[in-house]
């Protein structure tokens, strides 16, 4: 018979950071931190290994190394959540914040390494992730004298550049994906030509919005959005992963799944760092610096979400300087076992800010889950096979929030004649030029390396904007009323 006074004790103890509340409780609040970033997590590998095994000759990533790709994803992830959630203390700093924040694969690197990646393959990215993650350490070092350089103006413009290159790959993965769209145009070429269109090309274009991809694609995006809408509870969490299941099982109805790779794939495996072993190029590893100033902005957004939603409070430097450097130690990790760099996760945030639920052992059962997958090699392949239409229903809408989200920080800075002049300076050189390839192939080679990649432009023009034209007092005690403002409504939502 259960103890009546063990059981109050435990319901305590959810909402009081230290403490192990049983497991029985403590594992489904975890599920549910797991249910509602599992996609999220995976969707990064799934597209990035899509683009570059389409696009980059022969440096492709082969269906296996996706699949070891998808696997470790998960390992890292659960490895990177027990770090924030008990720290590693080197000396007077730690890695980790020591707060219930969850990690995963995150999007904000995805642009930029899709341009690495189809240029120089996905060696090449694993080995920029490694080497340029020591930017962030740096960053989370010196926390208080860098965070002027990135105020909520600079953060929102680098957003929605992210927000803007990642929606036409959500809608290029909803119409079928990477491969049968270059074959639609090769095939549209062709007959524009006169030419005979190959049977292998001609198969594959057909695949490029067929009604069946457009149908599965528009079940997965309904199913969310009604959910998101109508659902309550664990539904309204978890409606990306109901989505993407729905879109499956219409996919497997219509013949579009191919389960043979998960019929070969073993049932355990240990995840071998430097099975992709990772190269190491100048050009990369500068683009990829910059975006882990992006991916720390990011993290100490949602550890101030977290602590002002749960504790009433911001977070603290020692939080943030920890949070920050486990960020980056957690992206190294992920590369050296062959995958994806990782940062907090926004949507679980929320779900603390939601239940209050701010137990790290109750978090730290969800990221035991995550581990113990990273073993089963069948779960990376269930995702892998999945088609890619299936992921882009899910993925359009994430990806406009994104951008959307950089809209509300522009917002948040307010619209002053000083913000929209670095807003067109940022926007008018670092976006315009950047998404200019035959211009910027006219550049000087050091500014080559900046406007290259545009999400890297902006986030450089932006950050030399806001320096060279400081905000005034008046700016400056807007955006403070505007960040208290916003702190209330996130508590109240």
Known sequence: MENPRRSDNDRELIYQLEGRPRLTLALPLGLQHVLSMFIGNLAPVLILSGIIGSTSGELIVTPQQRMLMVQCCMFASGMTTLLQLYPLKIGGFQAGAGLPIVMGTAFAFVPTMRTLGAEFGINAVLGAVIVASFVEIAMGLFIKPLKKFFPPLVIGAVLITIGLHLLPVGVQYLAGGAGPEANAALAARLAAEGKEIPANVAALASQYASWQNLLIGGIVFVTIILLQRFGRGMFKISAILIGIVAGYLAAIVLGQVNFQAVTDAGLISIPIPFSIKPVFLFEP??????????????????????????????ATTKETSGAVIADAVGSMFAAVFNTLPNTAFGQNAGIVAMTKVVNKWCIATGAFVLILAGFIPKIGAVFSVMPSSVLGGAVVTVFAMIMLNGIKLLAKAGFSDRNLLILAITFGVGFAVGDNKLLVGKLPMALQYIFKDTTVAVCVISVLANALFPASEEDKKKLQAAQREAAIEDVMA
Request: net charge negative; charged share 15%.
């Open 285 to 314: 590893i500068i683009a990829m610096a910059a975006i882990y100033v992006v991916s720390g902005l990011e993290t100490m957004g949602n550890i101030n979400g977290i602590t002002v939603a749960a504790f009433d409070r911001e």
